[in-house]
């Protein structure tokens, strides 16, 4: 018998099926601790999106640019608060049915329609982060040719690199490692990630420390950048809020976190891993965020890497940028993984006698070794991966992209959908004083997400047009 796709992955970020501690505790080996689980949220959180906190404060000043950080974190608090308790059912500490997914949880609180609409949006994040993450490296890797050239030709110097080029070549790297089998249960990959990401971040936050002193000042207003209207002004600061919603919230993983953590306390522990990540990530973006505004001022680049407000130490800027494409190449197919993983087993299950689908052929090389390769497999993915090079190339615009990105994804995943599920949970009653509070909490992010989209995607138009 032909093995088939389905048997060959496992993604749980989209499993709908709720299983209990009877059915599954001798197949599941839960040991996780409240610093293994403070190590996987900064993990997941830590990405490209800190690179951008710089330009995010200088369009909304020093008065709104770090309480905004700040109230996005306690936004976050809240909203992982409420998830964990989601964890276990009927009770949320010792109910004995868990839901290990995200989706998994809508599904069992809010019925199939909604998981649903959760898939669509799970699958759109995914795959408008692979989209980011392909803009990202490609300016990296333009990064490290600008900054070579500028230091052996002055700064001064036309040292200007297309984009397009190294988005191809990313693709074809990505379209390689999509045929890779089992790469999403290649436990390195995270490690290497976290490693790339604290690198470039830390060297990102020691330059304009560094930077700072040197000005011997502190750059910046109290209203951020001046633009050339209020209307102007309005789209920028609209635009700051969508960068650093993308950059904050990990709700889509966290109960696959807390599915990892030791019973039977897991979601007290899961608050209490959430508190600690969430204060020592809000005080890692406050730094960054704020000593690179502090460093350039109005001049702040929308990536501080790569933007050139540093020139020198030259080899420092290109470690930096060779961290960010390493944690980028790897990042990119944790995010795709899970969409093969669906669409795959469902045209697996629907097309069992499909050869085209279901079939494999051995693809020798000589001397090396031999590859079973999958013809729908290969056609899919290498076909998702053009389409996120493709849209990519359309629009090379990180800050417009990570804020279009963050803000169409922050009310209904971070907010909407744990809320609700909350209110099932909990049995709370339609206009109580809890129900009325949160309900006013969601309305209020819903419109800080509107705003954040709105002005993100003007950004994103007017970018394309000029």
Known sequence: MRPSMADDHHSPLLQCSHSSDEETGDLTHRTGTVWTAIAHIITGVMGAGVLSLGWSLAQLGWLFGPPAIVVFAVVTGVSTSILSDCYRSPHSEYGPDRNASFQQAVSYYLGEKSQKICAVLLNESLYGNDIAYTIATATSMRAILKSNCYHEEGHDAACKYPDSIYMLLFGLVQIVMSQIPNFHNMAWLSVVAAIMSF??????????????????????????????????????????????????????????????????????????????????????????????????????????????????????????????????????????????????????????????????????????????????????????????????????????????????????????????????????????????????FSFGCFLVSAVGFIGSLEGLVTAKLS
């Not at 953590?261 to 965020?289: D, N, Q, V, W």
């Not at 501080?304 to 060779?322: Q, R």
């Open 199 to 440: 690198a470039y971040s830390f060297i990102g936050l020691g330059l304009g420390l560094a930077n700072v002193i040197i000005n011997g000042e502190i750059k910046g207003s109290i209203g951020g950048v001046p633009a050339a209207s209020a209307t102007d002004k309005v789209w920028l600061v609209f635009q700051g809020l969508g960068d650093i919603a993308f950059a904050y919230p990990y709700s889509i993983i966290l109960l696959e976190i807390q599915d990892t953590l030791k019973p039977p306390r897991e979601t007290k522990t899961m608050k209490k891993a959430s508190r600690s990540a969430i204060i020592i990530t809000t005080l890692f973006y406050l730094c960054c965020g704020s000593f690179g505004y502090a460093a350039f001022g109005n001049n702040t680049p929308g990536n501080l890497l790569t933007g050139f407000g540093f020139y020198e130490p030259y080899w420092l800027v290109d470690l930096a940028n060779a961290c960010v494409i390493l944690h980028l190449v790897g990042g990119y197919q944790v995010f795709s993984q899970p969409v093969f993983a669906l669409v795959e087993t469902w045209f697996s299950e629907r097309y069992t006698d499909s050869h085209f689908v279901n079939g494999f052929y051995q693809l020798k090389l000589p001397s090396i070794t031999t590859f079973q390769i999958n013809p729908f497999r290969l056609c899919f993915r290498s076909i998702y991966v053009i389409s996120t090079t493709g849209i990519a190339m359309l629009f090379p615009y990180f800050n417009q992209v990570l804020g279009v990105l963050g803000a169409l994804n922050f009310w209904p995943l971070v907010v909407h959908f744990p809320v609700e599920m909350y209110f099932v949970q909990r049995k709370i009653l339609p206009w109580s004083s809890k129900w009325i509070a949160l309900k006013t």
